[in-house]
């Protein structure tokens, strides 16, 4: 089993490379960080503009692979590059990791056992009243897109607030600057600031695993292994816990890596409607403004959680499933 | 006499379904006395297995159950879970059929069978895990101390119908319901786990319903026999009355159209015609009456009541027992038989008829990989190890042998007609090794194929006309004459022309099996190869389909290659028969001869575990059991490869055991064409 | 969402060979197409999102011709008005007719949903057929591709493309996205394709010497039919998702062109004072996907009723 992670670590790691130099390619040959410096007014001449883009590695009359050989060395020694403004990308990325993982996580966790309890629910109570009304809502936030469903939490937090008369759910930045007081107090604010684009994720991934486990559990029931379970003597609810759901967490497993790059997606959304800087923000703004080596960066720290997400899921499917462990 | 263990009375199980209600079981009465073996018998759809799930309340909640099971007094219909549960697994405990999904695949053998102990008994974990122990002893499975860490996916199919039977007998249970506990498994395999089950009835004093479709199996198990159709049961009996005098039609029927590995004649069987009727809209009546040659106008009006006929207790469901009863009737009396066309088989004149198909050495190894997108061989399965075999014109060729033998792969290695990675294969006298493409294609009119699943076998989106037509367009028949020849080749194979525009799902199975073979036919082959043409199909259609097929080889001239591992089936329909076991032949000859004095010892345990229908010879019999599972083929042992179950190896002494060990015994004759592949090769009378 | 049903089969213990098969039932099974309708219409929620589905594509594609003004027209005397008689959706910043643009909106959404999938679907069907059949390095090489292109999130790649697409043609967008919603359907087909292989059909096709294109188009496509007919509406919706989130960051549609994402981004930042430039828009994006949705699901039911989906 080790041997099988390490072959995927090692597969991994392939995957990262190209995947972030495809990015790097991509962006440095669509985006234009020339046109921000010719905009301006006055616009400076061309031999500044040139000599700031070579000290930048942003020169699009520099050769592409040349360009990409010296993106290359600056990532191996762990330097991103500049913005296009001459701030460091690994500085700016450092202040931004921390605010994405944060969102990613609450995500991934709690909408992911809340949505695997309620399929697994959905599934034992198959057509009764509380599989239909799981079903219809997941049916209903899933059509919903993640920036429709932010701005209408957003309204309904301002409601909210309207209607007690106090700001209890703030929509806008992580925390509010400048506030004095002590640790409970930013902690209270955080939270306040935290609840919104939290739960806008959240719902979402409950809704998604939520169908998703449900026909997982159906399928695993409909095996004989629960029909044995009960033939034992097992009561119908504790065959269910006890072998089906148990099963049916293997494919759970393999699917929170396949949804998290979505999530990634819906979390930029998330991060640009609520003010939060991180890093599906950043990629925003960058691509708007031509931030080449920012948008590879971004691209980078992507891929690489995409597959650290990939491999813990392979660990946990080995964990889970006897069937891996042991041949 | 004590009070019946089980008591059904009027039994009903109706399933909720898109076409319609379907009356699955429609009241049923039976008792299960104590320590008896009570089989029923039935095929698919006739309720066997829903009456057995309804009296343990396994049934989904979409079926609706009536009636009364009493299980030493106490009513099991009705009941809630908590109730049964607690009966589950302690008073009355449930074998199913397929071992591989019956078993949870994330705990391994040894919790689950503890578990089976906790749920009713307020053990210690320690305590259970004995148990757990002692019961994969009693069953059979060696070295049980490493062997309950493992998991289900480890184990063989026969090792974990051990577990699934030691998990019944945990609590010592009054009542064991089996239902179809061997149909998944290879014949000495059911041998084997026959054998445990009348252990676990020795030591727990268990009354068992044996539900099967396999008429073998129940006249060596069974004291007492009840046949189901149509949800309902046509009769009931001993083993000895119902086999030996059966009083209803469909019994009848049944008995006929089976063969038996003991019978040597070589007439037609006995076919019912028509299928079971659906379920949904029974008309009034018998429901055999559409099937039944002795049908009369009651037999349509009124549905037969299940009446005592003779002295014994026996009881049929017909309105014309008493006529069978006066006139002592057998099923050739009954049933009318197809008019005999298979021409009088000269066996002398055999060496001077051309050969179709010889194959020499053949070898077929599949290498074993490991790895995403850069592979790597891990090892080879030797699925055919170097085989031998000719078939000579008109002939047929029974190749038999358990799951894993190889004798698929070496029915695929003929069929592809390319060089084979060991050996030679000659068709029609062409080596395929010097094939062009061109000619390949052009020989692929005379070798056509007939597989194991009518329902797989026949692109579902395709009408039948265009299924037929498929071989003809492929040659280049001319377009003009397609149609006419659809049609030929449909009456020839006993279905209606016009029914050529429907789908393959709207038939039978029997009759998409015809329209499979007919589709063989198109392009008049030589050489017809089938595998397992009947096992999937029920057994009252099987006949008609084999004397369809013998029928086809005598008018046509063809020769067969038959692909089984149903012995009965083969001694029938083949001239000539070779066993394999794990890629290479063990014994070869006229199919009368080995059948009737096998010389290889697995030949002789694979004849002696092939049931048979008569309850006093399987009462008589001696079973050669033999032991463990077969190796796997990536890891042949050395030597002959069946030394490490052969019953006659164990009996050797040390210095005659060599030879087995380090030589692999090559096919020598033991008497006038017959050969066997063995060092110690004598031939036994078995069946 | 398209769930890869590949997932499950890795779970669940698949069929061993054994000795000896089941005996088939006998029944009579009744015409298919016959059953398909029949299951569909009893799906009301899936019949009801058909209408819906149909409802908003005359609202999009006729109801301009019911309004007075075009989605390029300026009403000076009605900025940022609430909906009236004169502007039943209510204007703009710049006294655009909200309700003229969200149909514009609507239109582009659903011809650039419905052609990605048609694209996206029939690219799929083709290579994942093939590269199932035939295997080798092709299947390989496949593969890997679809595996490289799910760690970087499509979203990410189009939006650094689209630079390239301003001032050219909403095509370009098409194909691109279609480019790559093609490789999930395409994984799935390949994997239905390799279990089809097997069947007896096939190897009876195979051996009866019929050519190999010839085997994926007669036999293999017809029989994922049902698999691509479901994951065609599926990535109806997944399109019309990627592409309205594309354009709510302007990297999709480009002005003047417009976009429900577009527009919902516009009506973002003053959804609360002025819903109804955020509301209209908002409401038909939710109820399109809502009804494509619907519409998936009642098709997986009525032609997979193995899948076991919602009740």
């Not at chain 2, 909720?16 to 039935?42: M, Q, T, W």
């Not at chain 3, 809502?290 to 009740?311: E, K």
């Amino acid at each position: 089993m080790v041997k099988f992670l390490l072959r995927r670590l090692a597969n991994s790691l392939v995957l990262v490379g190209i995947a972030a130099s495809l990015a790097y390619l991509l962006a440095a040959s669509s985006l234009d960080p020339r046109a921000n410096f010719e905009g301006r007014n006055p616009a400076p001449p061309k031999v500044v503009v040139d000599r700031r883009l070579d000290q930048l590695n942003l020169n699009d009359e520099t050769p592409l692979l040349q360009r990409y050989a010296r993106w290359v060395r600056g990532v191996l020694h762990g330097d991103f590059g500049r913005t296009w403004d001459g701030d460091s990308v690994t500085a700016e990325m450092g202040r931004r990791i921390g605010v994405s993982l944060r969102l990613l996580l609450i995500a991934t966790i709690v909408g992911g056992v809340l949505g695997i309890l309620a399929g697994a629910w959905g599934a034992i109570r198959q057509y009764r009243l509380s599989d239909h009304v799981i079903t219809l809502l997941s049916f209903v936030t899933i059509s919903i897109p993640v920036f429709v469903l932010a701005v209408l939490l957003e309204i309904a937090a301002v409601g909210f607030n309207n209607a007690v008369g106090v700001r209890v759910f703030e929509y806008t930045g992580e925390f509010t600057p400048g506030l004095g007081g002590g640790f409970w107090t930013h902690l209270g604010d955080r939270l306040r600031h935290l609840v919104l684009p939290s739960l806008t994720l959240v719902l979402g991934q409950i809704a998604i695993f939520s169908r998703y486990q449900r026909n997982a559990m159906l399928d695993v029931l409909g095996q004989d292994f629960v029909r044995t379970a009960m033939a034992k003597g097992l009561r119908r609810r504790t065959a269910l816990l006890k072998h089906a759901l148990r099963t049916a967490l293997i494919p759970a497993i393999t699917f929170v890596a396949y949804d998290f790059a979505l999530l990634l997606v819906g979390a930029t959304f998330v991060e640009k409607i609520f003010g939060w800087h991180g890093m599906g923000e950043w990629f925003v703004d960058s691509v708007t403004s031509n931030d080449v080596n920012a948008v590879a960066a971004v691209s980078c720290f992507t891929a690489v959680l995409v597959l650290v997400a990939g491999l813990l899921s392979d660990l946990g499917y080995a964990v889970l499933d006897p069937r891996i462990r042991v041949s | 006499m004590s009070s019946p263990v089980l008591q059904v009375r009027d039994l009903r199980v109706t399933f909720r379904s898109e076409g319609g209600d379907v009356k699955a079981v429609r009241g049923i009465s039976y008792e299960l006395a104590r320590r008896e073996v009570l089989g029923i018998v039935g095929e698919s759809g006739s309720g066997k297995s829903a009456s057995a799930l309804a009296v343990m309340g396994l049934l989904p909640e979409t079926a609706r159950v009536e009636g009364s099971a009493l299980l030493d007094g106490e009513e099991l219909i009705g009941r809630g879970d908590r109730e049964l549960a607690r009966l589950r697994g302690r008073r009355i405990a449930m074998i199913f059929q397929d071992p591989l999904s019956a078993l949870t695949p994330v705990y391994s053998i040894g919790y689950q069978l503890a578990e089976a102990v906790r749920v009713h008994r307020d053990v210690s974990a320690d305590e259970a895990r004995r148990r757990a122990m002692e019961l994969l002893e009693l069953v059979g499975i060696p070295r049980a101390g490493q062997r309950a860490s493992a998991f289900p996916h480890e184990f063989s199919g026969g090792m974990r119908q051990r577990v699934l039977i030691a998990m019944a007998i945990a609590n010592d249970p009054d009542v064991i319901v089996a239902d179809e506990p061997t149909t998944a498994l290879d014949v000495t395999i059911q041998a084997q786990i026959l054998d445990v089950l009348r252990t676990a009835r020795e030591a727990t004093g268990a009354a068992i319903l044996m539900i099967t479709h396999d008429l073998g199996v129940i006249a060596g198990l069974a004291d007492r026999v009840a046949v189901m159709y149509a949800g309902r049961l046509v009769e009931t009996g001993t083993v000895d009355d119902v086999y030996g005098r059966p009083r209803m039609p469909y019994t009848l029927g049944l008995l006929g159209a089976i063969p038996r590995v003991d019978e040597s004649g070589r007439g037609p069987l006995v076919p019912i015609e028509g299928a079971p009727p659906s379920l949904v809209d029974l008309p009034p009546g018998c429901p055999f009456a559409p099937r039944c040659p002795l049908v009369y106008d009651r037999c349509l009006e009124v549905e037969p009541a299940l009446l005592a006929i003779g002295e014994a207790g026996q009881r049929a469901a017909c309105h014309r027992s008493s006529v069978i009863e006066e006139g002592d009737l057998r099923p050739v009396d009954v049933f009318p038989l197809p008019p005999s066309t298979s021409p009088a088989r000269t066996h002398d004149r055999r060496a001077q008829r051309p050969v179709v198909l010889a194959a020499e050495d053949l070898v077929r190894h599949h290498p074993v990989l490991r790895g995403a997108v850069f592979k790597r061989q891990v090892g080879t399965v030797r699925a055919v190890d170097g085989i031998s075999f000719e078939i000579r014109e008109g002939e047929t060729l029974g190749l038999v042998g358990e799951s894993g033998c190889g004798k698929t792969t070496a029915l695929l290695e003929v069929l592809e007609l390319r060089p084979p990675q060991g050996g030679r294969v000659v068709v029609l006298g062409r080596d395929v090794a010097q094939l062009d493409a061109r000619e390949r294609r052009a020989l692929r009119r005379d070798v056509q194929v007939v597989f194991q699943d009518p329902l797989a076998s026949l692109d579902p989106r395709l009408p039948v006309s265009d299924v037929l037509a498929e071989p003809l367009r492929t040659h280049r028949f001319p377009a003009g004459r397609t149609s006419a020849r659809v049609r030929e080749l449909l009456e020839l194979v006993g279905l209606a022309p016009g029914h050529a525009a429907r789908y393959p799902q709207q038939f039978s199975g029997g009759q998409r099996q015809r329209i499979a073979i007919a589709r063989a036919l198109a392009l008049e082959p030589k050489l017809l190869v089938l595998d397992e043409p009947v096992s999937a199909l029920d057994v009252s259609i099987r006949a008609g389909v084999i004397n369809l097929l013998e029928g086809l080889r005598a008018r046509l001239g063809l020769s067969y290659l038959f692909v089984a591992h149903d012995l009965s089936v083969v001694r029938h329909i083949a001239d000539r028969v070779a066993v394999m076991y794990l890629g290479r032949l063990a014994e070869t000859g006229d199919v009368q001869r080995v059948y009737d004095a096998p010389a290889h010892p697995y030949t002789q345990a694979l004849l002696s575990a092939v049931p048979i229908p008569d309850p006093t010879l399987e009462r008589e019999r001696r079973r050669i059991i033999l032991e463990g599972d077969p190796p796997s083929p990536a890891d042949p042992p050395s030597g002959c490869r069946f030394r490490t179950r052969c019953p006659k190896f164990a009996a050797l002494d040390d210095d005659l055991r060599g030879r087995c060990i380090e030589e692999d015994p090559a096919l020598a004759a033991v008497t006038e064409d017959q050969h066997a592949a063995c060092h110690y090769a004598e031939p036994m009378h078995v069946v | 969402m398209s769930v890869p049903s590949d997932q499950f089969s890795s779970v669940l213990p698949s069929a061993e060979p054994t000795g000896a098969a089941a005996a088939l039932d006998e029944t009579r099974v009744p015409s298919r197409w016959g059953l398909v309708l029949k299951r569909f219409r009893r799906r009301r929620l899936a019949a009801a999102g058909l209408a819906v589905l149909v409802a908003l594509f005359a609202l999009a594609f006729l109801g301009p011709y019911l309004g007075h003004w075009s989605y390029t027209d300026h009403d000076f005397n009605a900025f940022l008005e609430g909906p009236s008689a004169a502007h039943w959706f209510g204007t703009t910043q710049t006294g655009a007719d909200v309700y003229a643009l969200t149909l514009r909106g609507m239109q582009k959404s659903l011809i650039i949903g419905l052609l990605v999938a048609v694209i996206a679907t029939g690219l799929a069907a083709l290579v994942g057929s093939f590269a199932g059949y035939m295997g080798g390095w092709v299947d390989r090489v496949l593969m890997w591709f679809v595996e490289l292109l799910l760690v970087i999130p499509a979203f990410l790649i189009i939006a650094i493309l689209s630079p390239n697409f301003r001032g050219r043609t909403w095509l370009l967008l098409v194909l691109v996205v279609a480019a790559f919603l093609w490789m999930v359907t395409a994984r799935i087909v390949r994997g239905m394709t390799i279990s089809l292989r097997e069947r007896e059909y096939v190897l009876a096709a195979r051996y009866m010497g019929v050519s190999t294109p010839t085997i994926v188009f007669r036999h293999i496509l017809p029989n994922v039919a049902s698999l691509l007919i479901i994951d065609a509406t599926i990535n109806v919706s997944v399109a019309i998702l990627t592409e309205t989130g594309l354009s709510f960051f302007g990297f999709g549609v480009q002005p003047p062109d417009v976009s429900l994402g577009s527009l919902i981004a516009d009506g973002t930042s003053s959804a609360v004072t002025y819903p109804w430039l955020f509301g209209f828009p908002a409401a038909l994006l939710v109820l399109i996907v809502l009804s494509v949705n619907l519409v998936g699901d009642g098709l997986r039911d009525a032609l997979d009723p193995t899948s076991g989906t919602t009740g």
